[in-house]
């Protein structure tokens, strides 16, 4: 039996915050690339609340979370991913962020310099979410478990929680690597604007090697321009910093 998402984080439930509808809108999102994934009825129900209370908290990063799995798509059927594993690697790219549940949101939107303590908060997000989806014990999250944990390691060694470098770094991790950065870089914050789709670019080319597989990016570098596509029309900007 699935546990109840709102008992996997430690926190109190949220107060639903203001703007009902864009919050429908983006739950409907949700739930819609969750049914193209053709899950099992239980495990899509479960991930579906986990994505709900994920847009009750943190609308902004429920959105990115629903574009990094459409990136992250894209990305694995450029890489020849196929089935389930594309199914699964799809599954994680929605749900890498999840342990964002149990990080305060004024820590999330914090335009200034995050303190010591703040910066561990939001660093293990990484573990909750692996806990999270690693509770129910399911094959079929063995994958978003791996992605949700070591989402923020860097090729070079320097990221976390673990400090893996180069292939120590699952593959499908170093896949939403790529597509959390971008998703994030062109989205606007409260301390700047978005990123054009270029500017964006060349700051991740200078992460080839260092923060990125090589071949990973070389891949996203190389997608139709089209399936980068990142909808900006999704509310006011987040205070939220992308973990790059």
């Known amino acids: 039996m699935l546990r109840d998402p709102s008992s996997l984080t430690g926190l109190p439930p949220a107060a639903p915050r203001a703007g009902g509808g864009r919050l429908h809108r983006?739950?409907?999102?949700?739930?819609?690339?969750?049914?193209?994934?053709?899950?099992?009825?239980?495990?899509e129900h479960?991930?579906?609340?986990?994505?709900?209370?994920l847009v009750r908290v943190n609308p902004e990063c429920a959105v990115h979370s629903i574009s990094c799995a459409r990136l992250t798509l894209g990305m694995g059927r450029a890489l020849g991913w196929c089935g389930p594993a594309l199914r699964r690697l799809t599954?994680?790219?929605?749900?890498?962020?999840?342990g964002k549940l149990s990080v305060p949101a004024d820590v999330l939107r914090k335009p200034g310099e995050l303190t010591v303590e703040e910066r561990d908060q939001v660093q293990k997000h990484t573990l909750v979410g692996a806990a999270i989806l690693e509770t129910p014990a399911l094959s079929e999250l063995d994958m978003a478990a791996e992605?949700?944990?070591s989402h923020h390691e860097r090729w070079d060694g320097a990221g976390y929680p673990d400090g893996l470098a180069t292939d120590e770094i699952p593959w499908a991790a170093r896949i939403v690597a790529v597509t959390d950065v971008y998703d994030a870089?062109?989205?606007?914050?409260?301390?700047?604007p978005a990123m054009c789709e270029s500017t964006a670019l060349d700051l991740m080319?200078?992460?080839?090697?260092?923060?990125?597989?090589?071949?990973?990016?070389?891949?996203?570098?190389a997608l139709d321009p089209s399936f980068r596509r990142v909808g900006q029309q999704d509310g006011p900007p987040s205070g939220e910093r992308p973990q790059a």
């Open 46 to 53: 479960w991930a579906c609340d986990l994505l709900e209370a």
């Open 91 to 98: 599954l994680g790219g929605l749900l890498h962020d999840i």
């Open 26 to 43: 983006i739950a409907l999102d949700s739930r819609a690339l969750l049914r193209l994934m053709a899950l099992d009825q239980e495990l």
């Open 185 to 192: 870089l062109r989205r606007p914050r409260a301390y700047r």
């Open 147 to 149: 992605m949700a944990r």
């Open 205 to 221: 080319r200078q992460g080839a090697a260092t923060q990125f597989d090589p071949e990973v990016l070389a891949c996203f570098l």
